[in-house]
Structures are given as structure tokens and as C-alpha cells.
């Protein structure tokens, strides 16, 4: 059973630019969590979907940020117009209904220059 | 607003030593309470967890601790083993709405041969 899988897994994007995370949940986990790892600090919650739905998206910022778990394929967390201060690792989770365990994906760095 | 706390950024640890990595946290509503284990450049992997009704959960050299008077719950490996070197991170959930985690800013842990 292949585990959460995110890609890619460095990306490198200028000022302006758009970046797209992609995450896949483990097979049979309709639960996905985006939390964002900012240098020396703890993962710092973000967006919490389900398949087709925004369950809760306190944590993300107002402007830029938007995700989407659609029907079929992967989960997207999309920046538009990155400034530096985007540059962080972005972990995606996921888990099966019901259950506390959320397993983690290995992470995308993304660098803003 | 920092929600959960770990004080200590990094701890040493003699191999074969008892390492005990701690965690206080300030909103009372948690129910769950979680350790992550993690290596650079992969994502959080879970260690071991707690119900906020309990105030002991053992799973081999792992053992956590709850005080829930005191807010504060503990990581305790025994005996302490190189591959035990890691960033951990102590994590909170309450299952009102999303179950999203809270995480502590992570202590490195070395162990040292």
C-alpha cells in the first residue's frame, strides 16, 4: 500500500509566478490535510478536504492560497502569485474516515527567489 | 497564539539513556494528543498517541505521559538508540469539526554514542 505521495518534491518559482502542489492520499484515505512547515517552526495547519469539499480552511491565508480535492485525482494547493515569504515546505496528510492517525507525505520545498 | 509549546529546541541524550522530550499545551478542549517523529526531508511519521482519558500509553520504548492538571504531557524513549535522532513534535487535536492537528515547534533530539 503505497503511502501519501506528493510532487514535486522541490520547486523552484520567481516572485509573480504560480505554484501547484500536488498531493494523492494513501488508497482509501477521502480525508486530506494541508499544513505549511515555515523554517525552525512546528507545521502550522492550513485547509482539511474531502472529496469535492472544503471542510475547513481557517488556516489559510485570505489572499493567493486555494486547494481543491476534486472527484478524481489529486489534491492541489495552489499559490498564485508567490511572494518570498511563500518559501516553506507544504505537507499534505491523510486519513480514513473516522480515525484520529493522519499519515504524512513526504513534503514539497518550495522556494520562492 | 501558540497553542502548543515545546521549550526546548533541541536535547542531547547518551545512547542507552533515557531520553524525555516534553510539551505543554494551553487550550483544555484537546482530546488527543500525538508524537511525530521526523527526518530531514521526509514528512512527520507517528509515533505514538494519547486519549486525554488516559494518563499513560506505552508502545515498546515509547511511553507518553498526560498530566492533565498541569497541562503537560511527555515523550519518554528507552533505551535511547541512534536511530532515535530526529526532530520530534508533539501534536493536539479536539474532534470538534476538523480534525486538525496543532503542533508544537518540534525538539531535536541526538543521541550520541
Known amino acids: 500500500n503505497a503511502g501519501v505521495m506528493q510532487n514535486p518534491r522541490h520547486l523552484v518559482r520567481r516572485r509573480g509566478q504560480e505554484a501547484r502542489l500536488r498531493c494523492s492520499p494513501m488508497k482509501g484515505h477521502s480525508h486530506v490535510y494541508w499544513y505549511r512547515q515555515l523554517p525552525e517552526e512546528g507545521l502550522k495547519f492550513m485547509v482539511y478536504?474531502?472529496?469535492?469539499?472544503?471542510?475547513?480552511e481557517s488556516g489559510m491565508p485570505k489572499e493567493r492560497f486555494s486547494a481543491e480535492f476534486p472527484k478524481e485525482g489529486p489534491s492541489i494547493l495552489r499559490i498564485q502569485q508567490v511572494v518570498r515569504g511563500d518559501s516553506a515546505a507544504y505537507f499534505c496528510a491523510s486519513s480514513p474516515r473516522d480515525i484520529a492517525g493522519q499519515f504524512f507525505g513526504p513534503g514539497t520545498r518550495l522556494t520562492v527567489l | 497564539d501558540q497553542q502548543v509549546k515545546q521549550n526546548s529546541p533541541s536535547l542531547s541524550v547518551q545512547e542507552g539513556r533515557i531520553s524525555i522530550l516534553n510539551c505543554d499545551y494551553t487550550n483544555s478542549m484537546f482530546d488527543y494528543f500525538l508524537w511525530y517523529k521526523k527526518y530531514p526531508a521526509e514528512g512527520p511519521t507517528f509515533l505514538i498517541s494519547?486519549?486525554?482519558?488516559?494518563d499513560k500509553n506505552e508502545d515498546g520504548r515509547f511511553t507518553v505521559f498526560l498530566n492533565k492538571s498541569a497541562k503537560h504531557l511527555s515523550l519518554h524513549i528507552v533505551p535511547s538508540q541512534p536511530g532515535d535522532s530526529a526532530v520530534y513534535f508533539c501534536a493536539a487535536i479536539t474532534w470538534q469539526g476538523a480534525q486538525k492537528l496543532v503542533f508544537g515547534q518540534g525538539t531535536r533530539l541526538t543521541i550520541n554514542p
Open positions: 494519547i486519549s486525554s482519558i488516559k
Open positions: 478536504l474531502q472529496k469535492e469539499n472544503i471542510i475547513d
